[in-house]
């Protein structure tokens, strides 16, 4: 037999809809954790959540823990029993430890020794008296990222708890939580729905509060919410559809129970100001949803809004939050009309009156720090047609921070110096650039499109990290308040979409030289940046083994880093590359042995009347006529060409191994064989520590020397 279902309601005050989504699946997850840990069988379980509850339903759960039967190894069996067969102290003591009779004990023979053993026996309890603690202890479990305290000192949660319902079928599962009682009552909406609601079974819980105005299940809240915004984007005139971002979706769905979309609008006028301020004030601060055109994405002077509530008069409701969106509209309006007294320029200025950093600065000083590492990323980078652009760029580049729109719409840095910079006639790449120096802001956004913006945004995060690592504020395993990471992985990534080949090394140096930093901090700075590209690398799908040796080659280049990770995946699988470094392992492990290194850069000639086998001599040859070709694939970065160079090598350095004893009794000849094998190790390690990448298992080069 089974419980149909088992319901825990736990009802609170509204909490933060940013809450919601990781308590459900914590609740779902430790429920199913729970149930399994207690040995109760069930077919499903969910959780279910609106504002002011958090809901787990598990389905035909078992009436009866499975019972459980454990086996324990004691002691040996000659340890246990005397020459007269009698127990000893040993077998005695570990019968009673297990709770049976000595005399139910038990053998088995490991790995050709035999032990005595007991098998422990516990029956499985009634469900019902399992739950309580169950249930209680998956509220415990729950964490938020902020919590409260209310009536009980001891006890946090997201929001004061107001009721528990706990039901398995049309039983209450009694328990206590925070001074709360559990039993069968829940709440309804809190203006549609009943105060006090009894729920006589649990098959009857969901139904019972959709009676009162409830929508428990989210998925079927989201799809009424989306049905409904679609049903009045058809009375539109037009090809209006509103902007539903996902984000915006969900946040809506977690602020209601009962969703009721109505449309509003505002004056037409307010379409003068550019959209990212109306979108913002619309999106962030009264949670609507933007309308647009179909065809031209042009913004329309209408919005989307969500309502808990379906008042008798629903054109109360929506006066009501036009008022809202009108006020705040009209401050945008008359903060984008002061701010335009003025140009962009005028402002620079006033960043001096504005701290960096307590121990950096002003505004202004950064801007000036930046700027001129940034012109001398236009040099490095053979830019220079670019320097004036990148000039004015940077100077304007935080010019916006200081103006009234910013100071009500911080969100809005970079969108609103683009918009000031366009009225003020400055270029309009310059404007970007302002814009897209920000990007990317976070792991999923948008990249520079213009090498103007790309370069800016790869000198401030660069002089960033320097000045915060200059003064003691480097990121730890625990904190990043600076964001350090986040700054290395965008410049990172303005690098491989701009294809910028940037040395990063000379960079550093000269954005320590601008910040006067000290050598000891520049190595920290180094490492730090050499292993989020490692990091960074990973991230994208590729091997540790051969982020490493792409660093290890060229890491100083981050873009170039990428590329030859790429040359390297396309050819790690192929037949060729497998034999490479199955005997750059046999190179390494020979010269290891044999007490020999191979030097790079030093010429090593090997004696070819010692040579008396064909395939040394076709070894000596190919690395003599590669090693020049080699070279030049890796100064003009050309790794299509040096893995061609390496598939040459590949089946020679094969056949030698094949073919040729390196020990042989002959001194002489041994040790010209290993020159051979010198020059070798020192051809792959222009390119790196082949012999470190890992292979298959089934691949793993047997050794044969």
């Known amino acids: 037999m089974a419980l149909k279902n088992v319901v825990l309601e ?7 809809y940013r809450f919601i989504p990781d308590a459900l699946a914590a609740l779902k997850q430790g429920a199913a954790s729970a149930l399994r840990g207690s040995r109760i069988g069930f077919k499903d379980v969910n959780a279910y959540a609106t504002p002011r509850r958090l809901v787990m339903i598990a389905s035909e759960v078992e009436e009866q823990q499975q019972a459980l039967k454990e086996s324990f190894r004691g002691p040996p069996l000659a340890s246990a029993y005397d020459d007269e067969g009698n127990p000893t102290r040993a077998a005695l003591g570990f019968a009673k430890s297990k709770g049976v009779s000595v005399d139910d004990l038990k053998e088995e023979t490991v790995k050709g020794v035999r032990y005595v053993t007991a098998e422990v026996c516990e029956e499985g309890r009634a469900t019902l008296s399992v739950l309580p603690d169950l249930l209680r202890g998956l509220i415990e479990g729950l964490t938020f990222p902020k919590s409260m305290y209310w009536n009980d000192p001891g006890v946090r949660f997201a929001r004061p708890i107001r009721w528990i319902l706990a039901l398995a079928d049309d039983q209450v599962v009694p328990f206590s939580f925070a001074g709360v009682e559990s039993g069968r009552m829940t709440s309804g909406h809190r203006f549609m729905g009943k105060k006090a609601i009894e729920v006589k079974d649990a098959a009857d819980f969901m139904g019972a509060l959709f009676e009162n105005k409830v929508i428990l299940d989210q998925d079927r809240r989201r799809q009424e919410m989306l049905a409904a915004v679609t049903k009045l984007e058809n009375q539109f ?11 915006l979706v969900e946040e809506n769905l977690y602020l209601v129970e009962y969703p009721v979309p109505f449309v509003g609008s505002f004056d037409a006028r307010y379409l003068e100001i550019p959209e990212e301020v109306l979108v913002t004030s619309m999106k962030k601060n009264q949670k609507y949803f933007p309308v647009r055109n179909a065809d031209n994405k042009k913004l329309a002077n209408f919005f989307i809004g969500v309502s808990n509530n379906r008042a008798e008069n629903m054109q109360v409701v929506r006066e009501g939050n036009e008022r809202v969106l009108r006020a705040r509209l009209e401050d945008a309006a008359f903060f984008w009309k002061e701010d335009l007294k003025r140009s962009l320029s005028s402002y620079v200025d006033r960043l001096k009156d504005v701290t960096y950093q307590e121990k950096l600065g002003s505004m202004k000083e950064k801007v000036e720090r930046t700027q001129k590492l940034a012109l001398w990323l236009c040099g490095e980078l053979k830019r220079q047609d670019l320097a004036p652009l990148v000039e004015r760029a ?8 200081v103006t009234s729109m910013i100071f009500e719409f911080p969100e809005l840095q970079g969108v609103m110096g683009r918009e000031y910079a366009l009225r003020s006639g400055e270029d309009p790449r310059v404007a970007k650039a302002i814009f897209e120096h920000y990007l990317p802001r976070s792991a999923s956004d948008a990249l520079p499109t213009d090498d103007v913006g790309a370069i800016l945004g790869v000198a401030e995060r660069l002089h960033t990290i320097t000045a915060c690592y200059k003064v003691g504020l480097e990121p730890t395993s625990a904190q990043d308040p600076y964001a350090l990471r986040r ?25 320590c030289r601008i910040n006067e930093v000290d050598g000891d901090t520049r190595e920290r700075i180094g490492a730090f940046l050499s292993e989020r590209l490692r990091v960074q690398l990973q991230d994208r799908g590729y091997d540790k083994d051969l982020a490493l040796l792409a660093i290890s080659v060229v890491g100083r280049m981050p873009n170039q880093a990428l590329r030859l990770m790429e040359a390297l995946t396309g050819v790690r699988e192929q037949e060729w590359f497998v034999n490479l470094v199955s005997a750059a392992v046999r190179v390494r492990n020979i010269l290891q042995k044999a007490g020999r290194e191979a030097r790079r850069g030093e010429r090593l000639e090997a004696d070819p009347s010692l040579m008396t086998v064909q395939a040394e001599r076709e070894l000596d040859a190919a690395v003599s006529n590669l090693e020049p070709s080699v070279h030049i694939a890796l100064e003009s970065h050309d790794w299509q060409a040096l893995m061609e160079l390496l598939a040459k090598l590949s ?12 020990m042989d009794r002959d001194e ?10 010198e020059r070798c190790g020192a051809l792959f390690s222009e390119v790196g ?8 298992p089934a ?7």
């Not at 736990?10 to 933060?16: D, R």
């Not at 090809?239 to 984000?247: C, D, I, Q, S």
């Not at 002489?668 to 094998?677: F, G, K, P, Q, T």
């Open 699 to 705: 691949e793993e080069p047997a050794p044969k020397e």
């Open 668 to 677: 002489a000849v041994r040790n010209n064989r290993l020159m051979i094998l």
């Open 651 to 662: 089946p020679v350095v094969t056949t030698f191994f094949d073919d040729v004893m390196v």
């Open 237 to 247: 005139e037009g090809n209006l559809k509103a902007e539903l971002p996902p984000e």
């Open 10 to 16: 736990i009802g609170t005050e509204e909490i933060p």
């Open 394 to 401: 940077a100077w304007l580049s935080k010019a916006d921070q």
């Open 487 to 511: 700054a290395a992985r965008g410049m990172n990534e303005i690098l491989w979409a701009r294809n910028l080949d940037l040395d990063v090394d000379a960079a550093v140096d000269e954005a």
């Open 689 to 696: 520590d082949i012999g470190s990448i890992k292979l298959a």
